[in-house]
């Protein structure tokens, strides 16, 4: 009997703990972006010497880790790094023949790309990311269109360490989630999320979705239907749309046929490879290794930092202005 009566004293102790609120309140708790002051520079090569800066961040940083898809003869300046800091590098599994004998280099496991061109570095105690759409090859510097973006920040920096992390120990196409996805940086939202796991294409759509004035676009490869023919929906409805495509815009999947038959202003840009990455929308600039498409949606490990604001916005929007009106 006693036995029965501690039993029925325990159930209604954890009634009253879930029902009334002892270590349970009914709610969820919701995610508050943190606040923090850093610095943003952004580079377009080959216009800014995106070569010294990739090569003066080797020489006085500390502690780097980077998931790049493909290199070249840079990796000597790793090389020579790794005698006095620590340096770790994942790459895609196709530039394999290329870096094998870096024993500080892994490879992915060839089930999808890693498309990744991040860096994390440490200087003068300060923490540091960089990324974007450059491929640090001679043809990345020299030739092709892309965007370099150094930002300080220590948010940041947590993120793409915990993605660093997976790669390095073989989670590949997979992961957690992001931690800190929004960050109030320098007074502004900043974004960031990495594919496929934090969804890239839907944080593009639902910006694309909520554009007011504009939507401008650099891409190197853009398939998803999703995507194209909301930006035509929002183009009927009066949005400002502008876009430039690479001269490879000739796959059959491609978006640049259905836009530019219904005469959205889109071009192609017949100079070296565009390879940007890059939606404008309004007064906020979307970055990093995605193009939209299906494998960089669900397959590819890929990264994205959206940021919404003016002046950030308006240094690309210069950049697109340039290219479309060099661009041929």
């Known amino acids: 009997m006693k036995h029965k009566l501690l039993i029925s004293f325990f159930l209604i102790l954890i009634f009253v703990s879930i029902f009334l609120g002892f270590g349970y309140t009914g709610k969820v708790s919701e995610y508050i972006a943190p606040d923090e002051q850093g610095s943003i520079d952004v580079y377009f090569c080959p216009t800014d010497n995106c070569r010294e800066v990739y090569s003066n961040i080797i020489k006085d940083s500390n502690n780097i880790n980077c998931a790049i898809f493909e290199m ?77 973006v150094v930002i300080e920040s220590s948010y940041l920096y947590g993120n793409y360490r915990e993605e660093f992390n997976e790669l390095w120990n073989g989670f590949y196409g997979e992961g957690e989630k992001v931690q800190y996805p929004r960050i109030y940086f320098n007074g502004f939202l900043l974004e960031n999320y990495f594919c496929p796991e934090d969804e890239c294409e839907s944080r593009l759509f639902n910006l694309i979705k909520n554009s007011n ?79 939209p498409t299906s494998s960089g949606d669900e397959r590819n490990d890929e990264n994205i930092i959206i940021i919404h604001n003016k002046e950030i916005a308006d240094k690309f929007v210069k950049e697109l202005n340039y290219l479309f009106e060099n661009g041929k």
């Open 72 to 148: 070249d003869s840079i990796i000597q300046e790793f090389d020579r790094k790794s005698s006095v800091t620590n340096v770790k590098i994942v790459s895609d599994n196709s530039a394999k023949h290329k870096l094998s004998n870096f024993s500080f280099v892994r490879f992915d496991n060839n089930n999808q790309l890693m498309h990744n061109k991040f860096c994390l570095f440490e200087k003068n105690n300060k923490k540091f990311i960089l990324t974007g759409s450059l491929n640090p090859t001679e043809n990345g510097f020299n030739k092709d269109r892309n965007n370099l």
């Open 213 to 291: 004035e504009r939507i401008y676009f650099m891409t190197f490869s853009f398939t998803s239907d999703t995507i194209g023919d909301y930006i035509i929906k929002k183009s009927s409805e009066g949005i400002d749309v502008k876009g430039i495509f690479d001269k490879l815009k000739d796959d059959k999947y491609s978006e640049f046929s259905k836009m530019k038959e219904k005469k959205l202003n889109v071009k192609v840009y017949e100079g070296a490879l565009l390879h940007h990455k890059v939606f404008i929308v309004d007064d906020t600039v979307l970055f990093g290794s995605y193009n």
